[in-house]
């Protein structure tokens, strides 16, 4: 931070008394600009003035404060959290005069919209939406003349981060700009770069803009993410050109995301993400590669969620889609990029109802994209999901979207009978049991938590040919908590009940109450009576040798006390 900078945040102090800020403005205003106090790059003098302004705006000096805003002049035209401050001072035409013009971004476009990833930023020196600005807001607008000018302003500043606490407003952000976005057809400026700004505003709050995916898509036209990727950060290009890039790239990313929300069409991404695997061949390797990493988990993670929550004869397009998209990033250059294609391409068909599906694609690629795809599904779908674990899938709010989606996984039988004669599985001994432990495993990275499993597992139809496999996996898991035995039994009882009629499921259900009752149940005599009827045959080999263990110790016992 420069000497400028550190001035600056001085002066907009509150604790700093109107008193105490005009004896610093007198003092500080008799002094020339120190050429050195803004860096290299900065323009010093522009730096100066205002710190001078944000004192006079404290100090309540009108006149200073008009003096300060000319002398200022196109250096501080654009300035937003600067005209809020002066609204907030009571300087009214100050304020108005330093809106953007129409063909002009306000600065600092890419602090207020852009992706924490993509630009660092002091998010903790940006004007929040407070009571005081709800309250203001309207008498504020008045003083803007022309009413597209006033729409564009309405909509930034209701596009701030509500304020916590007793200074937070009544009418949260979500509100504020749903109720923007429904006046957007009527006042929407035609102007490009307002209307454009309008529309970052709009999108900054989840998915409130999805109504306007239209006007998402009209504003980006045909620019893709390569043509972008030459003046991203590019000290040669005028900060215009790099602005009007940055807004043009967040604009592309709405509109990926809203076409995703609104119809589960995922045609834009696609674009786009072919845009960026052509560029990382070319001469702009570097950035288009470290962007497909950035955003790919991102989108396919709200594609794959998007699929689970469409009725089931429309999943099929989207989960084309996701296959197009495995298809890039298995020609890709990066490990993570594969784990990924993996994920998507076998929890999208699973999603869709048709795990065949992927077989038919897998068939269909060319010999380097199957080698990265067989490199990195040798193991279970578990540690590829957790490429997947992003907030689209993970939040909160998605818990029944996400669960649906694992219990599409488990339902599909040809994505299960795949998994259990993958490699790992073949190498060590896999049984159904083994393979769900891996899903619950949020606490290490997974995508999915044991109460998913558990919720997934409820939805499984009562003919499924494994239903009684999945319902021992959830004794399972509730005998790890703290649940009374009787509830611990109660959940065995339904899984043998559903196994019923099918030996093999039987014995499985059986083995496993004899582990709890041999264990933490300390029922032993319970267990070995049933251990006694168990058919050693139908159980994998972990299983058996427990439950061989367990009668060896017994015998043995009932030996010694003859």
């Known amino acids: 931070m420069n000497s400028s900078d550190c001035l600056k945040r001085f002066s907009q102090l509150k604790a700093l008394a109107p008193g105490d800020a005009a004896r610093v403005l007198d003092v500080l205003g008799a002094l020339p600009p120190n050429p050195n106090q803004g860096g290299g790059s900065t323009d010093a003098a522009l730096q100066f003035n205002r710190m001078l302004l944000a004192l006079a705006i404290r100090a309540g000096n009108a006149e200073e404060v008009t003096r300060l805003v000319r002398v200022g002049g196109d250096g501080l035209r654009g300035n937003l959290d600067l005209a809020i401050q002066l609204w907030q001072g009571k300087h009214d035409q100050a304020a108005v005069s330093l809106i953007a013009r129409p063909g002009e971004y306000h600065q600092g476009i890419r602090e207020w919209f852009a992706p924490a990833s993509a630009y660092s930023s002091n998010k903790e020196d940006r004007v929040l939406f407070t009571r005081e600005i709800e309250t203001g807001l309207a008498g504020w607008l008045t003083m803007i003349a022309e009413p597209a000018q006033r729409f564009r302003i309405e909509c930034l500043i209701s596009s701030l981060t509500d304020a916590v606490g007793d200074p937070a407003p009544q009418r949260l952000r979500r509100a504020r700009l749903a109720a923007l976005v429904e006046r957007?057809?009527?006042?929407?400026?035609?102007?490009?770069?307002?209307?454009?700004?309008?529309?970052?505003?709009?999108?900054?709050?989840?998915?409130?803009a999805v109504p306007l995916t239209n006007e998402y898509v009209a504003a980006i036209g045909k620019q893709t993410f390569a043509q972008l990727l030459p003046l991203r950060d590019n000290s040669s290009v005028k900060s215009a050109e790099r602005d009007d890039a940055l807004v043009t790239e967040i604009l592309i990313r709405r509109a990926m995301q809203f076409a995703l929300e609104e119809s589960?069409?995922?045609s834009l991404w696609i674009q786009q993400m072919e845009s960026m695997h052509t560029a990382a061949i070319g001469n702009q390797e570097s950035r288009a590669t470290s962007m497909l990493r950035e955003m790919a988990p991102w989108y396919s993670a709200l594609l794959l969620r998007r699929i689970v929550e469409l009725p089931v004869d429309q999943r099929v397009q989207p989960a084309r889609q996701a296959l197009a998209a495995a298809r890039i990033l298995l020609d890709a250059k990066q490990y993570d990029n594969y784990d990924l294609a993996v994920a998507l391409a076998v929890t999208s068909q699973a999603a869709a109802g048709d795990g065949t599906a992927l077989d038919r694609w897998l068939d269909g690629l060319p010999p380097n994209m199957r080698a990265n795809y067989a490199a990195r599904a040798k193991g279970h779908i578990g540690y590829q999901l957790r490429a997947l674990k992003q907030p689209p899938l993970c939040g909160k709010e998605y818990d029944t979207s996400r669960r649906a989606l694992l219990a599409a996984i488990l339902m599909d039988t040809t994505t299960m009978e795949r998994q259990m004669a993958s490699e790992e599985a073949q190498k060590y001994a896999w049984d159904i049991q083994v393979y769900l432990l891996v899903f619950g495993n949020a606490q290490n990275g997974g995508l999915f938590t044991d109460d998913d499993l558990i919720a997934a597992i409820d939805m499984i139809?009562?003919?499924?040919?494994?239903?009684?496999?999945f319902l021992v996996k959830k004794a399972t898991l509730i005998e790890a908590r703290d649940a009374t035995p009787e509830e611990i039994l109660t959940a065995y009882d339904i899984a043998e009940a559903a196994a019923s009629g099918k030996a093999k499921s039987v014995n499985v259900v059986r083995s496993y109450r004899v582990r709890y009752l041999a264990g933490k149940g300390r029922r032993m005599d319970e267990a070995v009576a049933i251990a006694k009827t168990i058919d050693l045959d139908h159980l994998g080999q972990k299983q058996k040798s427990q439950i061989q263990a367990l009668l060896q110790r017994t015998a043995a016992r009932e030996n010694k006390e003859k």
């Open 184 to 208: 957007f057809p009527a006042e929407a400026p035609k102007a490009r770069v307002s209307r454009n700004e309008i529309l970052l505003a709009l999108g900054s709050e989840g998915t409130a």
């Open 264 to 266: 589960g069409d995922a």
């Open 461 to 469: 139809p009562a003919n499924h040919p494994n239903r009684a496999e």
